[in-house]
Nanobody, 122 residues
Framework: QVQLVESGGGLVQPGGSLRLSCTASGFTFSNSDMSWYRQVPGKERELVATITTTGSITNYASSVKGRFTISEDNAKDTVYLHMNSLKPEDTAVYYC???????????????WGQGTQVTVSS
């Protein structure tokens, strides 16, 4: 059974830090592009960060670049999102995403975690 199990969310003060974790099972993690998305009520889900399998290339949304870092540990089938200098506007539900190869104009698979709440407030 495919699972993406997330942890690390919670309440933090502005300027603080959190590390989100997402542990994968049921598919080949090492062949996957991993991403973090976030969503707030009334807004579309937005891409926060991506790390690719080939070359470990990372990409970040402009709003988090320089503050957030995505990384992965293949031995643990886990992807992390290190969040520093957190702002109230970072408050959202954060989702882990795994995608397979893009071929024949589609992804092999597109899996999602359950989401974890991050609240930045004083």
């Amino acid at each position: 059974q495919v699972q993406l199990v997330e942890s690390g969310g919670g309440l933090v003060q502005p300027g603080g830090s959190l590390r989100l974790s997402c542990t994968a099972s049921g598919f080949t993690f090492s062949n996957s592009d991993m991403s973090w998305y976030r969503q707030v009520p009334g807004k579309e889900r937005e891409l926060v960060a991506t790390i690719t399998t080939t070359g470990s290339i990372t990409n970040y949304a402009s709003s988090v670049k320089g503050r957030f870092t995505i990384s992965e540990d293949n031995a643990k089938d886990t992807v992390y999102l290190h969040m520093n200098s957190l702002k109230p506007e970072d408050t959202a539900v954060y989702y882990c995403n795994a995608r397979g190869l893009f071929l024949n104009s589609r992804y092999e698979y597109d899996y999602w975690g359950q989401g974890t709440q991050v609240t930045v407030s004083s």
